[in-house]
């Protein structure tokens, strides 16, 4: 028996968020490699496991996440700012809330399985396929990434926004760039 003990998804959930927290990792000591010996292991174990983007992203390097921490300007808090972040949150509760009824009344994952099914389609019905399938995907990151960042926002952490929506992205170099900047970014670190 393993550490799970052949509960996948809980193996599956672990192997995720290692995988964040050793990018985040990778980031803080890029980041901080000029600083010789003086680094804080405090301020490596606040931005690898800081808690609103902690499971699910997005990734946001650490130089990014230290201005956010350390700027003064970002640091006050006001009415307006407590009502744009929960409208923040609003939006993206709602966002989940139609993914969760999609993902009960739409099975269009399934049609991997029944492939045949699918070959019946004719151009327009495969094209619309193809375009919910992304759709659906965009929803699930918006989502995943979108929350954790108003949740952020409430402690003025400027984390990477959400993806744009795939309908209006038109070359795959865009897409790269714009649906998940966080990991953009950290490529080009």
């Not at 990778?26 to 499971?55: A, E, Q, W």
């Not at 495969?126 to 402690?155: C, E, H, I, N």
């Not at 984390?159 to 170099?173: D, F, N, Q, T």
Request: charge should be positive; proline fraction near 5%.
């Amino acid at each position: 028996a393993g550490l799970f003990e052949e509960d996948s998804v809980r193996e599956y959930l672990f192997s995720v968020l290692l995988a964040w927290t050793h990018a985040r990792s990778i980031s803080y000591l890029v980041d901080t490699r000029s600083d010789g010996h003086h680094n804080k292991l405090m301020n490596f174990y606040h931005y690898c496991f800081y808690l609103p983007l902690l499971p699910t992203g997005p990734l946001m390097l650490y130089r990014d996440f230290k201005f956010s921490m350390e700027n003064p300007a970002n640091q006050q808090c006001s009415l307006a700012h407590l009502v744009k972040s929960t409208a923040l949150i609003a939006r993206y509760l709602f966002w989940w809330f139609i993914h969760q009824l999609a993902l009960h009344y739409f099975y269009h994952s399934a049609l991997q399985y029944h492939i045949g099914i699918v070959r019946q389609f004719d151009v327009w019905s495969a094209a619309g396929l193809g375009y919910t399938l992304g759709q659906f995907f965009m929803t699930k990151y918006l989502v995943l990434y979108g929350l954790p960042s108003a949740l952020s926002r409430l402690d003025h952490v400027d984390a990477p926004p959400p993806p744009k929506c795939v309908g209006r992205i038109h070359l795959y170099s865009q897409m790269w760039r714009d649906f998940d900047r966080g990991l953009y970014n950290f490529m080009l670190q």
